[in-house]
């Protein structure tokens, strides 16, 4: 069996059947009070949402259980691409490319290198100064020192 209850103007309680009063107002809306206290406060002109003991107050002030509302959502943040001092972007995204995409340019690189050497003949370079059978420049020979 359903029981019908109202909801008291003030206090936003239940109100079972046998219970409460009915008051109308000035404008001829009826309004239904649970308690004298709902009344008196009704009649001192007092917000709702002042009060502690009021579900206006509790709404406003999030207290007890959120019917409906679980957890908020959080936002996911967006990453945007920025430049670093010194590198642009593009480098950044070299940098940032899968290994088979790294390995696949370095391939290209290694490639185009070998063909310029075949075309370019057999000249050979070396990587480092060529030591002739000459005197280190800190160090003097034994003849100069013979010498004097």
């Given at each position: 069996m359903v029981v019908k209850t109202e909801l008291c103007a003030f206090s936003e309680y239940r109100?079972?059947?046998?219970h409460?009063?009915?008051?109308?107002?000035?404008?001829?809306?009826?309004?239904?009070?649970?308690?004298?206290?709902?009344?008196?406060?009704?009649?001192?002109?007092k917000k709702p949402s002042k009060l502690v003991?009021?579900?206006?107050?509790?709404?406003l002030n999030k207290k007890g259980k959120d019917e409906g509302a679980g957890r908020k959502k959080s936002r996911r943040t967006v990453k945007a691409q920025r430049a670093i001092v010194g590198a642009s972007i593009e480098d950044i995204k070299k940098r940032r490319q899968t290994p088979?995409?790294?390995?696949?340019?370095?391939?290209?690189?290694?490639?185009?290198?070998?063909?310029?050497?075949?075309?370019?003949?057999a000249k050979h370079y070396s990587t480092g100064p060529k030591n002739t059978g000459g005197v280190a420049?800190?160090?003097k020979s034994?003849?100069?020192?013979?010498?004097k």
């Open positions: 109100i079972y059947p046998g409460g009063m009915k008051f109308v107002r000035r404008d001829g809306q009826p309004v239904i009070i649970s308690s004298a206290k709902c009344r008196c406060m009704i009649n001192q002109r003991w009021t579900q206006a107050w509790r709404r088979k995409a790294r390995s696949v340019a370095t391939e290209a690189a290694l490639k185009e290198v070998k063909d310029r050497k075949k075309a370019g003949g420049k800190n160090q034994s003849a100069s020192s013979k010498a």
